[in-house]
């Protein structure tokens, strides 16, 4: 049964919460091990129901749209995100269900492009920024200099939120990873020529207590 934009609110309204921001899950129907068929249509209805479910509280919600940044139509569902305007704020990216390796030139060349279109549009991101856990693929220093420094300038202009304090799996080592290793160790980064200037969330975001935005 799907939690509804009514259900939430309920949940909102129980926690003295005004706003959130909710995020679409589509890009889950990619997922190279789930093999879902017509992925591609299912991912379109996934955001279409999120931006209906959001359009009936356009006061309180704002729609993320979810896609995977890999698959040949990321950057049409994107700017057909864009046009709409209960999905127009933002982008939800996870780049370990995408399986987004970070040694492939292609991938983060790909993905990259996506950061700069989702900029262009002026939509933030919201990135699961651990390599995937089921694939095995690397994820420390070197994959988190990499996040910082060839994509995250890709978009300049927006927030970018790195989710779960830059890491999945043991809290511990993404805890560890966090300071030591240059990515936030609050929810948010703000892209910066040079670097990723350290930020902290305000608000909220459906189900975490959090919102997808960033104060210096």
Not at 19 to 38: C, G, N
Request: proline content about 6%; overall charge positive; glycine content about 6%.
């Amino acid at each position: 049964k799907p939690r509804t934009a009514a259900n939430l609110i309920e949940q909102l309204d129980a926690a003295g919460i005004r706003r959130a921001v909710v995020l679409s899950t589509a890009y889950i129907f990619e997922q190279p091990s789930r093999k879902a068929d017509h992925a591609a249509d299912k991912l379109k209805r996934d955001n279409d129901w999120t931006s209906q479910q959001v359009a009936q509280f356009p006061d309180r919600l704002i729609g993320f749209c979810g896609l995977n940044p890999l698959k040949d139509y990321a950057l049409e569902e994107l700017s057909r995100c864009a046009a709409d305007p209960n999905l127009r704020r933002g982008l939800k990216l996870h780049f370990g269900n995408s399986v987004v390796d970070y040694h492939n030139p292609e991938h983060i060349a790909q993905v990259r492009r996506v950061f700069r279109a989702a900029n262009d549009h002026r939509m933030a991101i919201v990135a699961h920024v651990r390599a995937s856990v089921t694939a095995k693929l690397p994820w420390g220093r070197d994959e988190a200099l990499i996040f910082l420094n060839e994509l995250l300038p890709a978009a300049p202009d927006v927030v970018v939120q790195v989710a779960h304090l830059a890491s999945a799996g043991s809290p511990r080592r993404g805890a560890a990873l966090a300071p030591r290793r240059g990515l936030p160790g609050s929810c948010c980064a703000r892209p910066h020529p040079s670097a990723c200037r350290r930020s902290a969330c305000r608000g909220s975001a459906a189900g975490t207590g959090r919102r997808a935005g960033c104060r210096d």
